[in-house]
Structures are given as C-alpha cells and as structure tokens.
C-alpha cells in the first residue's frame, strides 16, 4: 500500500526559541527533500504552563497579573518571530491579534471568577496557535514552501474538556479537506498540537503533553509513513534520565511495549501516541532534536529482543485503595460491584491484585476519590494510602524467560513492596511501593538490569547491588 508523509512532532524546548526553530527548519527541510513532510509543533516551552497559571490568577480574580502576562507572551513570541520569520510584520500582527483576544478572555474569567475546563482549554490553546504560525513563517524563511493549518478544524473530538478524545471518522475527513490539499500542492501543512475542537467549533485540548497524540492522529488519517517525536533526549530511554544518572538509548520497541511504557510514565510519549499509529502500522521514532546524525528510538509492531527487559518506567502520586468484603469473602459479585463503582467515577485503575479477602487497586486520578469511597463503603471496608509510586519494567523479553520477573523482585527485596501484579500479557512487571523509595527502587534496578557491567540475562542477584 502507498504510504503518505512523514509527520514531524516538535515538543516544546524544540521550539523554545531562535536557535531551537532554525535547527527545527533544518530537520524539516532534510524530510522535506525525501518527500511529503507534515509538522506539528508544541507551544514553546513553558507556554502553557504560564497560559493555565494565568486562567488560574485570572479565576481567583487576579485581574492584575493579566496584563504583565499578555506583555510577556507578547514580548517572546515577537522575538521569536523577528528572528525566525519570513515575514515577522505579519506574524507578529496576526500574534498581537491573537492576544488580544486571550487578553479579552482572561478578563472574562477574571470578572466571573471561574474558569470551566472549556474556558481552560480555550485558554491553553493560544499557546499552539501562537508557535505553529512562527514556525510556519520560518519554514518559509528556510526556503520551504509551508502553509499554516489551523488544528482545531483538523482534530474533531467529543468534548471532554482538558482531555477530549478524538473522532476518528470526522478527523479524517478533516484532515482530507484540510491537509491533503496542501500536500497535494507540494507544500508542508504546520499545525498546532494539542489542541481540537468538538463539531461545533468549540475548542479542546488532548490533555497535557497531547502534541505527540495529535501528531499521531494526523499521521493515522494520513496513512503517514513515519510519525516522528522530536525532543530533548536522545529517544526512549532505559529509564527516566531525570531519575537515572546512567540511562541509555532503547533502539527498538514494539508498539505494546512503547504503550506500557509511556503509561507508566515515560513523559517522553504521550501514552495514547500509539494507539492510532497501532491502527495502521505506522512506524514511530522517537528522536534527539538537537542532534542531525542519529536513529533514535525506533517503535514498530512485532518484538525484537534485544535485551532481557527493554526499559522502566515510574509513576508518581498514586493511590492505593485496599477494599475488602464485608459480607462473604469474596461473595461472587463482589469485584464487579467495586468496578463498576470506578466506572460510574470514570476513573482509570492502573493496578490491581486480589487475595482471598480483598482487593487492592491503583488510581493516579484522585479527583473523585471521595466519592468512590463513599460508595466503596457501602459494601466493603476501604482504605486508602496516598504518595504511592507504581515501578513497571517492560519488555518483551519478559514473555521468554519466566525466571525474569522473580530475578525483579528479588533485586527489589530492601524496597517493601506494597503490590506486585504481573499481567496475562506478561509484558511488564509492576510493583507498587512508598513515593519516598520509588527514586531508589528505580536507580537500583536500573543498575541491576542496564548497567553497562550488565549484559547477560545470567547475571547473579548480586549484581548491581549499592
Ligand atoms: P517534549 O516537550 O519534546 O514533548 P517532554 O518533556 O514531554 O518533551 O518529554 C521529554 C522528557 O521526558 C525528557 O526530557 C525526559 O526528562 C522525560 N522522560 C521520562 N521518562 C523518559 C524515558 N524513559 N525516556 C526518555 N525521556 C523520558
Ligand atoms: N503544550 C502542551 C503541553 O505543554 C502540549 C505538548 O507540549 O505536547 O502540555
Ligand atoms: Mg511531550
């Protein structure tokens, strides 16, 4: 079958300023001259974060604040655009224009004292809106032909504000009406990631980090070729390299293993990246944007294993909720009474394991924990424990060797380990321990099982041991 584009996500610090943009024109051009190329870009960096601090100041009645935050929004997205822009006069008009709006928005809030998660996201979009039109003008200024694509009539969503999902029927028409006519002429469509809007024009946002999910939804509806991640680190690493001092490159994962991962916390994807690169078999690497000669991380169906466990990952700020029967043990019913109780919550559980009396799951949304307990209780005996840290070591590899994930906990056995579940797709390991230890717990294992001294599956217990 004949493959489309290849989409290039840029995050934030890849646009985080001049420097960062020209690097980024340059990686665009070099996909440009191998064939159709299609750009997604983030906010620059911090951006939404100072556009959601600024709809939090302005709810809390902070009209003050919003002046000196329009002014420097205004003052780093002109700078940018004079360097970068073909045509900077323009850019920054169409910027100024832009800001004005937010500015009226913010007073808005500012006035009613209240920002709904609609109002949020309508707020935390200018971000995008605001880098994919510098970065649209300084593909021009690179010598590319570019064309600015507005997101929110590409990506179609239901509206779940703050995390809306997309519509996949509605979002390929889109992106046929709207992006392949640009492609068809030869030129590079640049859109904003993140951001959406419902059918009726209503503007969402995918959730924070949603620019690699957005990438990956218009690479799906474009049949792409390649979905790129471009970043701040050199790919998938063995572990979260702000925790890990010695992490290094993973160069392949399959899609199931690159899903658990960045579930589990792996920021550098956002975890529903792969579901629509899953639907059609595309290709997703992950790479360095600071660098031109590299492979990155390369994320395909099917496992190729080249190591016992390809990498960890660490999920922080989690709640353990231990529920055990009031009436029988474990009278049948019972565990389809406590899901349906997270489902009535729509709260996700990460982990769960049961034993003859209880069960005990994870969730990482606390915001309807109350409620959930209140309805737990009415049948079970609850309770909660808060700062958990749920520890997942993924790999294929896992499925191979049976004696891998008894050589994991073993190496864990200083860390008290609160849960402990291997699921049917034996893929990962996941134990649930104390916040205060999960740094430790991680550092440890990734010594045990990615030290550099480490490369046999065979290697004793005792390895790595600090
Ligand atoms: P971007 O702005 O490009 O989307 P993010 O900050 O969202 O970048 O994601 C990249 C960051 O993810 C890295 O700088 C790193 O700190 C963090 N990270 C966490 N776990 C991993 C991992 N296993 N491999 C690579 N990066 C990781
Ligand atoms: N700018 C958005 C955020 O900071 C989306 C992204 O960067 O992927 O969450
Ligand atoms: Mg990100």
């Known amino acids: 079958m004949a493959r489309g584009p290849v989409v290039l996500k840029f995050g934030g610090t890849s646009v985080g300023d001049a420097d960062a943009i020209r690097r980024l024109v340059r990686h665009v051009a070099a996909a440009a001259q191998r064939g159709a190329a299609v750009v997604v870009v983030s906010a620059l960096s911090g951006v939404t974060d100072r556009l959601l601090q600024l709809a939090a100041g302005a709810s809390a009645g902070d009209d003050a604040a919003i002046a000196a935050g329009i002014e420097e929004l205004r003052e780093r997205h002109a700078r940018a655009a004079a360097e970068v822009a073909a045509d900077p006069a323009d850019v920054i008009a169409t910027t100024a224009r832009d800001l004005e709006e937010l500015r009226n928005l913010l007073h808005a809030v500012a006035t009613l004292k209240d920002a709904s998660p609609r109002t949020r996201d309508a707020i935390a979009a200018y971000g995008e809106l605001l880098s994919s039109r510098i970065v649209r003008s300084a593909c021009v200024a690179g010598g590319l032909k570019a064309s600015w694509v507005d997101a929110r009539r590409v990506v179609v969503t239901d509206d779940s504000f703050g995390a809306a999902l997309p519509l996949t029927d509605r979002t390929e028409a889109a992106v046929a009406e709207h992006v392949a006519p640009v492609l068809a002429r030869g030129e590079v469509p640049v ?214 994930a008894s050589r994991i906990l073993g190496s864990l056995e200083q860390f008290p380990l609160r849960m402990v579940s291997q699921a049917a797709s034996r893929r990962n390991v996941t134990v649930v321990l104390h916040e205060a230890s999960a740094a430790a717990a991680m550092v440890h294992l990734h010594r045990t099982f990615f030290g550099r001294e480490v490369d046999t599956p065979a290697v004793p217990l005792s390895v790595g041991a600090s």
């Open 191 to 404: 859109l904003g990631g993140y951001i959406g809007a419902t059918a009726d024009g209503v503007t969402t946002t995918l959730g924070r980090g949603g620019s690699d999910y957005s990438a990956a939804i218009v690479g799906a509806a474009l049949n792409a070729s390649e979905i790129q991640i471009w970043t701040d680190v050199d790919g998938m690493m063995t572990a979260d390299p702000r925790v890990v001092p010695a992490t290094h490159v993973v160069p392949r994962l399959s899609f199931e293993e690159a899903s658990e991962l960045a579930y589990f916390g792996a920021k550098v994807l956002h975890p529903s990246t792969i579901l629509p690169a899953i639907a059609k078999a595309i290709p997703v690497r992950i790479l360095n944007s600071r660098r031109f000669e590299q492979s990155g991380t390369l994320i395909t169906a099917g496992s190729q294993v080249d190591a016992p466990l390809a990498a960890l990952a660490c999920k922080r700020h989690v709640t353990v909720i231990d529920i055990t029967s009031t009436r029988m043990l474990m009278a049948h019913g019972f565990l389809r009474r406590v899901f349906e109780v997270f489902e009535r919550c729509r709260t996700p559980i990460d982990v769960v394991s049961t034993s003859e009396v209880s069960i005990s799951v994870t969730i990482d949304d606390n915001r309807r924990l109350d409620e959930i307990i209140a309805e737990l209780s009415a049948f079970a005996e609850v309770r909660v424990e808060s700062e958990m840290a749920i520890l997942c070591a993924v790999g294929d590899g896992l499925r191979q060797d049976p004696r891998l």
